[in-house]
């Protein structure tokens, strides 16, 4: 059948449709995903889009005026270089930055909302979920987890509508994350661990990093505590997390002992593929039923009160007599198996769970010593963020966070253009179906990861769910830091950190209604943000900034 329309529409399809009917990518299913596990025809079929219409009408009118495509598009390189990173000091550092971003950004736009793929535009070749006679790791240009947790929140503070993009793709792919879902005989949205186009699952074996679904939750939780635009999370962010609250309903099994477990998971260390109350999957489905019941305050509509119930049941794996997290059921502490990378640490830093220093340090001195050395560079990103969390003065912490982010860098990109790697070389391969196969090339999702450990690293960016902090430190061999164009509610704010201060204003295309912006700093002071005179505090002193109290 013809879709008939440009954008993504949700077409009802009969139960008797034949496989040639229902083709992969058409308007319909494929007829290998068109049942549940009883055999039951699934009531609807999908997504229907003219993609390839879309593309070559896009190519036309880029050659209609084929003169003006060179200035246009230096202008609209330099518009959006104008947000961002800007480091002094370092040259070598300086050229990692622009280099990350400019792979980043040339694989995403503001009004085309079909996310990102680790490779960014390399998006040729297979990938590591198992197709057989592939030369290269390129992932299709299929969107995983990368693209939620590791180019995100890289892209928010200066890009906020190519991070809300990254959300947008998901919203549109509600449906069919309900339909996978069925298919597993849960509820909710379940989101396919690779997605394409319509949403549905392109890995070949059956995944269980479901995980997935509670990161989304975690993205809407950021990019609405960085805007606090209501009709966003109205129209698109709170469907995203309903969904995805009904899923982890669904999907909780209340155990003898009272509490919920979340079993049969693979958790970020995929080295392991089936564990029961993987720490990082549970902690963030806690924290996405949480947030699902405080969005639903905010836009005071009514949810179930078992999100919250469930929420408060769900395990926790962790040792009270180490002080630490467990990265699974039975997983023991004296287990010296690698670790393909952050897992545990991920608590502290995307989902910023509530612990204290002493649990802080324990969960990253352990993980530290068991990940794989040929692991990818957002490891490192997290291990800067975590060791500048637990301390900013301690020499010696403030030296391990050094050693882990120039790592993060120095052994994933290659000169002379900055090109990432997935994994370090020399001698970098890639496992695939038991044969080894090259990395993926320019792997944004390590840009993505590097880029963090500035951004809620060094400059120590929070976006919390009543302000904005900031607690910069220089790493080493740089003279200044310059944060052009945070986002934060309707404002651009720009940030210039040295060895000694931090000054902090309003960027001059801030609107109006920006004005009721106030900087507190460690000594409980409060001073107005403005366009016109930069508030000054010292390095090492937090800055709270939160719109003035009516």
């Known amino acids: 059948p013809d879709c008939g329309a440009s954008d993504l529409v949700r077409i009802e399809c009969g139960p008797n449709l034949t496989e040639t009917q229902c083709k992969h990518g058409g308007c319909c299913y494929d007829a290998k995903i068109r049942y549940t596990k009883d055999g039951k025809a699934l009531p609807k079929c999908f997504f229907g889009v003219k993609i390839v219409s879309q593309a070559l009408a896009s190519y036309k009118q880029g050659l209609a005026d084929a003169d003006s495509l060179l200035p246009t598009h230096i202008k609209a390189w330099e518009s959006l270089l104008e947000a961002g990173i800007t480091i002094e000091g370092n040259n070598e550092l300086r050229a990692v930055v622009r280099s990350s971003y400019y792979a980043i950004l040339s694989a995403i736009r503001d009004d085309w909302p079909y996310s990102v793929s680790p490779g960014g535009l390399s998006s040729g070749g297979g990938n590591a979920t198992g197709y057989p006679g592939q030369e290269e790791q390129g992932y299709f240009g299929h969107t995983f987890w990368d693209a939620d947790v590791w180019v995100m929140p890289a892209l928010l503070p200066f890009y906020v509508n190519s991070a809300q993009s990254i959300i947008n793709y998901r919203y549109q792919r509600i449906p069919a994350a309900e339909v996978v879902a069925m298919l597993y005989d849960f509820k909710g949205a379940k989101f396919a661990w690779e997605s394409a186009l319509i949403g549905m699952e392109e890995c070949i074996v059956p995944n269980v990093e479901d995980h997935l679904s509670a990161d989304i939750s975690i993205a809407v939780r950021q990019y609405f505590r960085a805007t606090g635009d209501k009709d966003w999370l109205k129209a698109k962010g709170f469907p995203l997390l309903k969904s995805i609250a009904d899923f982890w309903v669904s999907r909780v099994v209340l155990d003898s002992n009272g509490e919920y477990s979340i079993n049969d998971v693979q958790p970020p260390n995929e080295y392991i593929e089936h564990a029961n109350n993987s720490v990082f999957t549970n902690v963030a489905a806690i924290l996405a039923l949480e947030f699902t019941y405080e969005a639903a305050q905010i836009l005071k509509v009514s949810v179930p009160d078992k999100y919250m119930d469930i929420a408060k049941k769900i395990k926790v794996p962790f040792d009270s007599k180490l002080q630490m997290h467990i990265e699974y059921d039975g997983r023991a502490v004296s287990d010296k198996d690698p670790l393909k990378q952050a897992d545990v640490t991920l608590l502290n830093y995307p989902l910023q769970y509530a612990m204290n220093n002493t649990v802080r340090r324990n969960d990253l001195t ?178 709270n900034i939160t719109k003035k109290a009516q």
Not at 406 to 412: E, F, M, N, P, W
Not at 441 to 459: C, E, M, R, W
Not at 484 to 509: F, P, T
């Open 366 to 543: 352990h993980e530290q010593a068991l990940i794989s050395p040929l692991g990818p560079a957002m490891t490192h990103g997290i291990f800067v963020i975590d060791y500048l969390d637990i301390d900013r003065k301690d020499a010696a912490i403030l030296k391990n966070a050094s050693e882990s982010f120039v790592a993060g860098y120095s052994l994933y990109v290659h000169k002379p253009f900055y090109v990432w790697l997935e994994c370090p070389d020399p001698g970098c391969v890639v496992a695939v179906n038991g044969t080894a196969v090259p990395p993926c090339p320019n792997f944004i999702t390590g840009a993505g990861g590097f880029l963090q450990s500035l951004v809620y690293g060094y400059a120590g960016l929070r976006y919390n769910a009543d302000s904005l902090t900031l607690l910069p430190t220089l790493p080493d061999n740089t003279t200044s830091i310059t944060l052009s164009r945070i986002a934060y509610q309707s404002a651009l704010i720009d940030v210039r950190y040295d060895a000694k201060q931090v000054q902090a204003m309003l960027n001059k295309d801030s609107p109006k209604d920006a004005s009721d912006l106030e900087l507190r700093d460690c000594a409980g002071r409060t001073h107005k943000l403005t366009d016109k005179t930069p508030v000054t505090v010292p390095i090492n002193c937090i800055a």
